[in-house]
């Protein structure tokens, strides 16, 4: 039977000849990620099931969401998480970047089946593994058993075709899918990109296409491994699927790259998306470039050729968090997070930063952020009277030199 | 029961934002739920009491903690026209019972509800309706007969399916 990528993944990690959307299958587990927020109520779980993890390398744990501890609470949830590391000598434990970022640096291969207690685990599926989202009690039972069971998804195939316009991003061309689609638009659905626009961009970008897969309730996001993928992996080849030209698609997206203008995503939702020309000239606070979605090298070079010479706006303060500590020596090494910190920024250490308002920069009642993060929920940064709107790194560092809401392609 | 009426797409930021959540304590959990998206909820719900929500209840983060605060503050299910997949995940996981119907229109805020946990009829005593339920696909029917993901693991788990 012809099969997508998906389901193909999915067939081979339970041990089935194939698989069919709806079906109920248990899977064994590539790797078990959760982090400093949900690692706690993981152990609650893995406790009343076992004593030993079921591979002491295949379970990572990463402090990305509060690093380091900002409150005696957070430190008191660190410890418990750092002596389960310790009891059960797990070898994957990182404090230098954000999971999902360290997950495609260093572990993730084709075919893979991956499993992390953050719902932006789709992103790792750029990289042609199923990769998904799941909360810490499911994660405890994975870290015990190495298994996971899943309802097959269908999948939606979203074939992206040209190239877009000078200062458009794959962060613009998600966010116009997000806004398209809608919020509950992907709802359990595997969200495929395929399409020259896909082939042609970098991994970075492609990760974070899949990024915000989950921003249209999608189970995972994917998109096939080529020569580029494995030129990233280095030496992990893992196992490569493809899906076939006549698999079943719940629905299929025809989507050309070069119609997209820099996009936005206006509070309180991420599917309120609109072109930037439509709030140009508002006034901002606080602009964040970093996270999961967009703290890559690219994206920190992207923003210092605008901001390069330059200085941000007196009203603005800018934060400034590259995804993982590798990304942070490259910047550092091309000279990037000199000119940043010369143009205003405030360079932060490899976490989620400010995403989620634990911690490194929260936003006061009345204040606006422009980030380059996936999630504008009310209160998510702060305060619950303070605005978040998401862009491309491009809009975000040419609105920081400008104080205001800005078409970056004036800037580039 | 009293229902609380809630509409789309919402969020866990919204149910339990990020900074009262740094925590495991089910009890603190339970007083944060929608504490600044509906603060009179936390002073005045009631044990037993239901939430009834549109689409994609539950979107956004992984946090456990959204489930975990729900169930907490008192409520005992949630009916909502659909689940964001890892809130409905997380739910049955800790044993907070959701029920998915298209019928929610038929409950206004505030409305006397009774759930028949045997039928899955859920009675508006306010209105004099009956709503039915979709039921749960009978895989995760066996995790929940068995009390939740931890029960299921601790007995026969994933051997006998």
Known sequence: MPSTITEKILASASHHKEVTPGDFVVADVSYSMSHDSTTPLAIEAFNKITDKVF???????????????PTVAAAGLHKK????????????????????????????????????????????GAL?????????????????????????????????????QKGVYAKDVILRIVGDVGAAGALYKACEFTGDYVKDVSV???????????????????????????????GRTGKIFKSDKDAAYDDEFEIEV?????????????????PVSEVEGKSIDQVFLGTCTN??????????????????????????????????????????????????????????????????????????????????????????????????????AASALAGKIVDPRDYI | MRAWKFGDDINTDVITPGRYTVTTDKKQLGKIAFIEYRPEFGKTVAEGDIIVAGNNFGCGSSREHSPVAIKAAGISAVIAKSFARIFFRNSINIGL??????????????????????????????????????????????????????EFLRSDGYDNL
């Open chain 2, 97 to 150: 019972p959701l029920y998915v119907s298209e019928d929610i229109d038929q409950i206004e805020d505030g409305d006397e509800v009774e759930i028949n946990v045997r039928t899955g009829e859920i009675l508006n005593k306010t209105k004099n309706i009956t709503i039915t339920v979709k039921p749960l696909p009978e895989f995760m029917q066996k995790i929940v007969a068995k009390g939740g993901l931890v």
């Open chain 1, 81 to 124: 998480s750092r002596d389960f590391v310790m009891e059960q000598n797990i070898s994957g434990f990182h404090t230098n970047g954000v999971c999902h970022q360290l997950l495609v640096e260093k572990y993730v291969s084709p075919g893979d089946v991956v499993v992390g207690a953050d719902s932006h685990t789709c992103t790792e």
């Open chain 1, 128 to 164: 042609g593994a199923f990769t998904t989202g799941l909360g810490s009690t499911d994660i405890g039972g994975v870290m015990a058993t190495g298994k996971c069971w899943f309802k097959v998804p269908e999948s939606l195939k979203f074939n992206l075709t040209g190239s877009t």
């Open chain 1, 258 to 274: 070069e119609d997209i203008e820099p996009q936005v995503a206006l509070p309180p939702v991420v599917d309120n998306v609109a």
């Open chain 1, 204 to 234: 970075a970008s492609r990760l974070t296409l899949c990024n915000m897969a989950i921003e249209m309730g999608g189970k995972s996001g994917i998109i096939e491994t080529d020569q580029k993928t494995l030129d990233f992996l280095g």
């Open chain 1, 55 to 69: 591979d002491k390398d295949r379970v990572i744990i990463v402090f990305d969401h509060f690093f380091p501890a």
């Open chain 1, 295 to 396: 703290g890559r090298l690219e994206d920190i070079e992207i923003a210092t050729k605008i901001l390069k010479g330059k200085k941000v706006a007196r009203n603005v303060r800018l934060l400034v968090t590259p995804a993982s500590q590798d990304i942070y020596f490259a910047a550092l090494e091309r000279g990037y997070l000199q000119a940043l910190v010369d143009a205003g920024a405030a360079v932060c250490n490899p976490t989620c930063g400010p995403c989620v308002g634990r911690h490194g920069g929260v936003l006061g009642e009345g204040e606006v952020c422009l980030s380059t993060q996936n999630r504008n929920f009310t209160g998510r940064m702060g305060s619950p009277k303070a605005d978040i709107i998401l862009a491309s790194p491009a809009t975000a």
